[in-house]
Every structure is written in C-alpha cells, then in structure tokens.
C-alpha cells in the first residue's frame, strides 16, 4: 500500500480509504489509484487484515434454494448494501434440509464470520441459531417474523399474509380454494402460510379438505404438478392459492394445458410477486413481499450489532400486501 501511495502520489490514508471506504474519495482519485493498482497487478490482502485485527469482513447468507427468483432481490440488495460497508459474503443453499443447515452454520461458526444472515431456518434449528447467537456472532433472520424476542429479524407475518390472500378469494365468492405450498413439514414461514389458510376458511365457516392442500418444492415443474393434482379432482376448486409465485406460475401452466381458462375457469394467486408475476397470461394477483428492503434493512441491522451498537439485536416486522391483477376474478362473474 505504501508502494502504490507512492506511484500515485497520494497519501498512505488516501490508498487505504480508497480500499475500505472508496464512497469516502473522491472519484477522480479513486479512478487514479485504481489505475496505478491495475498497472502494478496490486491485490490487497484481505485476509492477512481480518488475521491482525482479528476480526472478520465476510459476512454468511444462508438461502433455502438458488432454484429459480425467490430469494434474488433480497439476496442481491444484501451483497449490495454489503459491499458499501466494505464486507463480502459467503452464500450457501440448504435445499430445505433441516441437517445441512445445521453443518452450515457450525462451518460459519467455525470461520468466525463476521455475522450471518438466514433466510429463515427449518423447524426444530432455533437451537442451533440461538447456540451461534451466544458464540458471539452476531444473526439476523429475514423472511419471517419470529414469536423469539431473544434473536433478532427483519420479516413479515406469513400467518397475515395468507390469511389475507384466502379471505381475498372468499369475497371474490370462491368456497372451494385450493392451496399448493412449500414444504410446510420442514419450513416455519411455509407451515404460518398453512395455517393462515386454516383460519381464514374457519372464520368464514368453510369447510377445510385437507385433499385441496399440496405441498410442494416451491419450483416451477411442482406448482404444475400440483395444480394437475388437484385439477384431476373429482369436484375440482374454483380457486387455487399457490403461496409461491413460482408455484402459481407452474399453476397458471398446467390450466392452459388442460384447457381450463383463468379466470373464467379457475383463478390462480401467488405470493411474493417475483419480477415476472405481472408478465405472466393472465397477469398474476400475488402477495407482494417487501423483499428488497427486508435485505437492505437486514444488512443495516447486521452492520449495527458488528459494530456492538446493538447488544441486544433488533426485531423488524414489514407489512405486505395485496396486489390484484387479471388471474382472479367474482365467481359469480360470467
């Protein structure tokens, strides 16, 4: 560093801002000291820093999937707002399995990251998230909010969420909805959207079949699986809520197949309102997820409680809402 203060004729402190804190410099300067670092092939040694201050700038993200655009926004607004503070991420995958989560975290652990992000947690893990808590590494879940007070979120209540959705097709006069959801027996958030389609069809005095419930991995190929299934029924719904837009847009493509039009036949609804929702045929009603800011604010959170500012963490619920398009419409309509 002091080599490259000295090509570029600019102070030590100057190099080293330009490194951990190029929003600080000046562009003009900063371009220059990236050129005299590009011409003299300069790498600055981040981990030879994190060993002397002993202290770690990665930061872990655990997501459930890679498959498909579910976790995307959030996940990529965190590496952004990541970044700016001049820290890097790890981002590792469960695929929804409750044990390989457990050896992702210990690994995390082990590295003594400087805090991790979960994209919620399978049940029976708020253990092992507490454990890595009082290990001293600072843990910020997103996607859900959580009845624990002890560890820190920035999410939504899916139980509101789906309630509202189903209470939205019963005023559209549906009274036979049918429900094709994530792993409801492995993932908390999947098993709050359960039950806030319980309680809406109790509220209205609807009957529950448990045959209209489908679960599914929350992909593309499952939510047409699972739309086939229950189109296959003797006395198919009216209404399908498929709590994933992936898995209402696998839904919306095994009706045209089978020549049931949405919605004059079926309506279909979503949740999350993924970027290609309101591009789909017909445009797809969703439950919008403030994913975005969930990560930005998640990171915020995470940076406060590094930097001991936050002893006690922070817990944030979002609101959601609903966003009504052309995939749903009055049953009484003809």
Not at 30 to 44: C, N, P, T, W
Not at 133 to 153: H, K, M, R, T, Y
Not at 283 to 304: D, N
Request: a positive charge; proline letters at 4%; hydrophobic letters at 40%.
């Amino acid at each position: 560093m002091e080599e490259i203060a000295r090509k570029a004729r600019v102070s030590l402190a100057t190099v080293s801002r330009s490194i951990h804190s190029p929003h600080l410099v000046k562009k003009e300067t900063l371009e220059h000291i990236q050129r005299v670092m590009l011409k003299h092939r300069y790498v600055y040694n981040v981990t030879a820093r994190d060993f002397s201050k002993k202290k770690s700038s990665v930061i872990g993200v655990i997501i459930p999937t890679t498959k498909g655009s579910i976790f995307s926004n959030s996940t990529q607004i965190i590496q952004e707002k990541a970044q700016e503070k001049g820290f890097s991420l790890i981002i590792a995958n469960t695929g929804y399995d409750g044990n390989l989560e457990s050896s992702l975290l210990r690994q995390f652990q082990e590295r003594r990251l400087a805090g991790i992000i979960l994209t919620g947690f399978a049940i029976g893990q708020e253990s092992a998230v507490r454990d890595v808590v009082q290990s001293g590494i600072p843990c910020v879940v997103i996607w859900e909010a959580l009845d624990n007070n002890l560890l820190s979120f920035v999410g939504f209540n899916n139980f509101t969420a789906a309630y509202s959705m189903t209470e939205y097709l019963i005023q559209l006069k549906h009274q036979q909805i049918g429900l094709i959801l994530g792993p409801y027996s492995k993932v908390r958030r999947a098993k709050r959207r359960l039950e806030g389609y319980r309680a809406a069809l109790k509220d209205y005095g609807l009957k529950l079949d448990p045959h209209l419930i489908i679960e599914k991995q929350p992909t593309l190929q499952e939510g047409k699986e699972g739309m086939e299934k229950l189109l296959s029924m003797r006395k198919p719904p009216t209404a399908v809520f498929a709590a994933s837009d992936m898995l209402a847009v696998g839904a919306l493509r095994a009706a045209r197949e089978k020549g049931v039009r949405v919605p004059e036949d079926v309506s279909i609804a979503g949740f999350d309102d993924i970027d290609f929702a309101a591009f789909c045929n017909p445009p797809l009603t969703t439950v919008r997820v403030p994913a975005s800011l969930m990560g930005e604010m998640a990171v915020e959170t995470l940076m406060e409680m590094i930097e001991g500012k936050l002893p006690k963490g922070r817990q944030i619920t979002l609101n959601t809402e609903i966003i009504t398009r052309e995939s749903c419409r009055d049953r009484d309509l003809k």
